[in-house]
């Protein structure tokens, strides 16, 4: 499987968001990783559907949205709205009857679908959510902030998923190109990274670096 960069934006400059947006999307980025954070089901706040409207319209990349938010289901419309390719919800905040209306909505509006899950959810928790998603994201943080230290038990949790997954597997938190490579190695081929891309000096090297270390 082709492994595909996702800078995460949570990491860059929100003052000079297009600019550094234009330069990762520059860089070799595939997708750019947008985080929403509700500060209820993570202890942080990010953005909502009117920045990535904005985001939208400076860039050419996939949109990579992650609602880390209480109530999806709420907000999924406003988000495929403003321009999302891509939707990710967590398996902590959706019944798998949720997760079939949404997959429904989001088809007809030719949005993919993932299922993430916070490190301290078990695989078999997402097991019933597989055949309704197009990709799964695993967090390797728990999720709410930037800079935080990989926590290797997700690999086992992605090599669990690939074993009975075809789609793409993401992962977030911590990936730099030695987790990359661990991450890719179990069986992920979408590589989220925040703090990795944008607070390298070369955001072409970081990103280079992340497909090399996956190519080995
Ligand atoms: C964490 C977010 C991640 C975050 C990753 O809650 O979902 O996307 O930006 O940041 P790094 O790559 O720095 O761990
Ligand atoms: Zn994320």
Known sequence: MKILVAPSILS??????????RKVQAAGADLLHVDVMDGHFVP????????????RKVTS????????????????????????DMLTVHIETVTIAELKLLRRKLAAAGVKLGISLNPPTAFNRVKPALPLVDFVLVMSVNPGFGGQEFIPGAIDKIRRVREVFKGDIAVDGGINAQTGAQVVGAGANILA????????????????????????
Do not use: W
């Open 193 to 216: 990274a925040g703090s990795y891309i944008f607070k390298a000096k070369s955001y072409s090297a970081a990103i280079r670096s992340l497909k090399c270390a996956a190519n080995r």
């Open 61 to 84: 990349l996939a949109l990579d949205v992650h609602l880390m938010i209480e109530d999806p289901l709420k907000f999924a419309d406003a988000f495929v709205q403003a321009g999302s």
């Open 44 to 55: 942080n706040i990010t953005i909502g559907p009117a920045v990535v409207k904005d985001i």
């Open 12 to 21: 860059a400059d929100f003052s000079r968001l297009a600019e550094d947006i």
